[in-house]
């Protein structure tokens, strides 16, 4: 069982509610369950007319903040409209939504991957080959428009971030620290191991309905494809 | 005929921006915005906009900007002068918290501000809206590269002057948390006491302060991600705080002693190097009730506006008065990355 959840003011304009710790070193998937259904119960709430001056929310790994226009709903109200959804415990799981990413894992594209393996006692086939066949969830969006926060990574796999982040991450790159996995879909400073790159394009604006390609609880493999994948994109 | 203006030089540190972003935060997408949404929002009400519509905001040094073949009619607020040059090449100085109009072919430059200074367009700044706003995040992508603003001609309004707008001083009020227990009872009596003084690491995700280190308890200063909006103070392991602004992250790995105000947000837009500030804790009746004299504020200074004397102001004082050469916008600072 796990603690009720609980509420935090954000400021005078957000509140944050809180599924799980803030120290928990690996997130379980049914904290993720529980931060889904309560994104789910937002957005019923919300279609209902039952969230007025709420503008927005952001799941993330334990935890939901709600933005809100404090000059168009009262505080106090809202916090307890949102504390007793949360109480209802809803959970939802998996979108349903799988997506095949394609990887180059050839060395120019994969600065890290031999560290990686060196580090982790194993081949760099071996490691390429427990990239491929590990089934990632998706498990929020953020650091940069549409970069995914995949979890399932091996534990074999597992390294820190990088004590001195790259100032510069080519956009693409395919990348693990600790027991996530991720692909920047911008040109960034960054602290992840790159293990590959992508030709998929991660975010796009001109996409109105969706400009981010995939959504919390989105299941993504990686397959392994040839420099050639890269140039045709 | 078309309205608009060409850039002819662009400045620095100079983006469009409007009321912000919103509702792609869930997708990673900064809020972004007006630093000071009130300084934005007086330049737009001296011409009869919507306190949010688009315009151009300064950090460092203004542009120069030519009228097309229509006029243009323009608002300035900020400490930050301009001067208006005819087609003939005569100038004249034109104050800050007024309003001119630029005939086609004439030029406007716009000096350095003293904090950050707004530029606003009547009809505000046409430039094609990106997921619903018009404010740059260039990161990401969310920008035109161009070389004219598109805007619309002016309906026919005279010309509007009014005083300075001034932010309130004293302690910037927050509302603690929401990690506050992540931190000593030491660290939370430094915080709220202080002072921390303004490094020269900002930018517009937000600025770095120095100032008694702030520790924290057995929970550590690595939290796992959660959401982060402009005002959060996040205190990275170093127990330097970090004041997150409109630019930044939607969510972020370090405890977050305390979060800004809404009413106190424009305040953080004009803080300099080396300027020291304090902090106060508030709850929620008091940033309503802040909020609440924010807006009459601004309200009150729309209605003293007043029509604009023939001629202009030419005090030249107020021309580029503010030297910011110490003062470099770093878009590059990783430490304010967490990944």
């Known amino acids: ?233 | 005929m078309s309205a608009g203006l060409e850039i002819r030089s662009p400045g620095l540190g100079v983006s469009i921006q409007d009321d912000g972003r919103h509702g792609h935060r869930h997708i990673g997408v900064p809020l972004s915005g007006a630093l000071d949404p009130v300084f934005l929002a007086a330049a737009n009400g001296l011409l009869g906009n919507p306190a949010g519509a688009a315009g151009l905001e300064v950090l460092l040094a203004g542009p120069l900007l030519q009228a097309l073949d229509a006029p243009v009619r323009i608002a300035l607020a900020g400490t930050m002068g301009a001067r208006h040059l005819t087609v003939a090449g005569a100038g004249r100085a034109v104050p800050a918290w007024s309003t001119l109009r630029l005939q086609p072919g004439e030029q406007l430059q716009v000096g350095s501000p003293c904090g950050v200074g707004y530029i606003a367009v009547e009809g505000g700044l046409l430039t094609p809206p990106m997921l619903g706003s018009r404010s740059t995040y260039a990161r990401a992508g969310l920008i035109h590269v161009v070389t004219t603003l598109p805007c619309r001609a002016p309906l026919g309004f005279g010309e509007r002057q009014n005083v300075a707008l001034g932010h309130e001083d004293g302690p910037i009020r927050v509302i603690p948390g929401p990690q506050d227990d992540h931190f000593t009872a030491a660290a939370l009596d430094h915080f709220y006491t202080g002072p921390f003084r303004v490094t020269r690491q900002r930018d517009r995700m937000g600025l770095r302060l120095a100032g008694p280190a702030l520790a924290h308890n057995q929970r550590g200063a690595d939290i796992v991600s959660d959401g982060v909006t402009p005002g959060a103070i996040q205190v990275p392991a170093d127990g330097q705080p970090i004041l997150l602004l409109a630019d930044c992250q939607t969510v972020g790995g370090y405890p977050k002693i305390a979060t800004v105000i809404r009413a106190d947000l424009p305040r953080l837009a004009h803080l300099q190097p080396g300027d020291e500030i304090r902090f106060r804790a508030v709850d929620a009746d008091e940033a309503a009730a802040a909020r609440a004299a924010l807006a009459r504020r601004l309200s009150d200074w729309l209605a003293g506006a007043r029509p604009a004397q023939a001629g202009g102001d030419p005090d030249t004082a107020v021309l580029l008065a503010a030297n910011l050469a110490g003062a470099a916008v770093r878009g590059d600072d990783p430490h304010l990355w967490p990944d």
């Open chain 1, 1 to 233: 069982m796990h603690p009720p959840p609980r509420l935090f003011a954000l400021g005078d304009a957000a509140f944050t509610v809180e599924f799980g710790p803030p120290q928990a070193r690996d997130v379980p998937p049914d904290i993720q369950a529980r931060v889904l259904g309560f994104a789910a119960g937002l957005a019923e709430l919300q279609a209902a007319g039952g969230l007025p001056g709420v503008i927005e929310w952001v799941p993330t790994f334990r935890s939901v903040t709600v933005h809100f226009d404090p000059d168009r709903c009262l505080h106090r109200h809202l916090a307890d409209r949102l504390q007793a959804l949360a109480a209802e415990g809803r959970q939802a799981t998996d979108s349903g939504r799988k997506w095949t990413i394609p990887v180059c894992f050839d060395g120019e594209f994969a600065p890290d991957i031999e560290a990686v393996a060196v580090a982790c006692g194993l081949s760099r086939e071996a490691v390429i080959a427990q990239l491929t066949a590990t089934e990632f969830t998706v498990r929020m969006l953020g650091f940069l428009p549409g970069f995914p926060y995949l979890s399932g990574l091996p534990a074999s796999l597992e390294m820190p971030r990088l004590a001195t982040p790259r100032p510069r991450v080519p956009a693409g790159s395919v990348a693990i620290a600790g027991r996530m996995g991720a692909i920047y879909p911008w040109d960034s400073p960054g602290g992840w191991r790159l293990v590959g790159r992508s030709p998929v394009t991660l975010f796009d604006a001109t996409r109105a309905d969706h400009p981010a390609l995939f959504a919390p609880g989105d299941r993504v493999r990686w397959q392994a494809v040839g420099p050639e994948a890269l140039a045709a994109s």
